[in-house]
């Protein structure tokens, strides 16, 4: 029905820098919201970032100034940039996405199979 494809996780030494993906593929009508979040061993998903179609941003506090999300509509794909990345960055990431598949149909919540990242030295 619905894929989403993560990619670009990996292992990184404090301060430096990675940029993830995740596109969704299907019979897609529309997607609304965008957003990234993160799942540390022991602690509960958390929101990172979020997008509205309309390209309007949000930001969990910890990483304000250091990551940005952006999205390219036109390729049902959302991006985050992270930047100074340090050791409490690392976690698994999980994109998400709301999709309706027809122009009167509900919002439907989609996630992503995660992406690890790691910052460590």
């Known amino acids: 029905q619905v894929q989403l494809v993560e990619s670009g996780g990996g292992l990184v030494e404090p301060g430096g820098s990675l940029s993830l993906s995740c596109a969704a593929s299907?019979?897609?009508?529309?997607?609304?919201?965008m957003g990234w979040y993160r799942q540390a061993p022991g602690e509960q998903r958390e929101l990172v970032a979020g997008i509205n179609r309309d390209g309007t941003t949000n930001y969990a506090d910890s990483v304000k100034g250091r990551f940005t999300i952006s999205r390219d509509n036109a390729k049902n794909t959302v991006y985050l940039q992270m930047n100074s990345l340090n050791p409490e960055d690392t976690a698994v990431y999980y994109c998400?996405?709301?999709?309706?598949?027809?122009?009167?149909?509900?919002?439907?919540?989609?996630w992503g199979q995660g992406t690890q990242v790691t910052v460590s030295s």
């Open positions: 998400n996405v709301l999709i309706r598949f027809i122009s009167t149909g509900p919002l439907l919540g989609y």
């Open positions: 299907g019979r897609i009508f529309s997607i609304n919201a």
